[in-house]
C-alpha cells in the first residue's frame, strides 16, 4: 500500500490544523494506521494509533486531548487534528500503515509495514 501525507504547513502556537493521509493500492480498512513524527536530531515518536475500523485509538501522552486521530474507510484516508498546537510540536509527520487480522489492535510502536513521506508542520511562538 502507498501512502501520501498531507496537510502540513506554518501555524501559530495555539492555532490548530488537519493532516491527512490518503492510502492506495490496496484494502485501507485490512490495515491499521498511525501517525509519527521526528524532529531534526531526534528519534521517530509515536504520536496516535487507530485500529482498522476506528474503534480504538491510542495518543501519546504529549498530545493526549489535543489531537484526535480519525479514518473514513470509505474514502481509504486518515486524519489527524491537531489543536493547541506548540512549538515543540514542529516536525515532520509521517503515517503509516500494518496489515492486521485483528479488528480492534492499535499499534503504538514503529512495527508497521509501510509509511508515507511525510508532511512538515512548523509552529511558530
Known amino acids: 500500500v502507498q501512502l501520501q501525507a498531507s496537510g502540513g504547513g506554518l501555524v501559530q502556537a495555539g492555532g490548530s490544523l488537519r493532516l491527512s493521509c490518503a492510502a492506495s493500492g490496496g484494502t485501507f480498512s485490512y490495515y491499521a494506521m498511525g501517525w509519527f513524527r521526528q524532529a531534526p536530531g531526534k528519534e521517530r515518536e509515536f504520536i496516535a494509533g487507530?485500529?482498522?475500523?476506528?474503534?480504538?485509538?491510542n495518543y501519546a501522552d504529549s498530545v493526549k486531548g489535543r489531537f484526535t486521530i480519525s479514518r473514513a474507510n470509505g474514502k481509504n484516508t486518515m486524519y489527524l487534528q491537531m489543536n493547541s498546537l506548540k512549538p515543540e510540536d514542529s516536525a515532520v509527520y509521517l503515517c503509516?500503515?500494518?496489515?492486521?487480522?485483528?479488528?480492534?489492535?492499535?499499534?503504538?510502536?514503529?512495527?508497521?509495514?509501510?509509511w508515507g513521506q511525510g508532511t512538515l508542520v512548523t509552529v511558530s511562538s
Open positions: 487507530i485500529s482498522r475500523t476506528g474503534s480504538s485509538t
Open positions: 503509516a500503515a500494518r496489515y492486521s487480522s485483528v479488528l480492534g489492535s492499535v499499534v503504538v510502536t514503529t512495527a508497521y509495514n509501510y
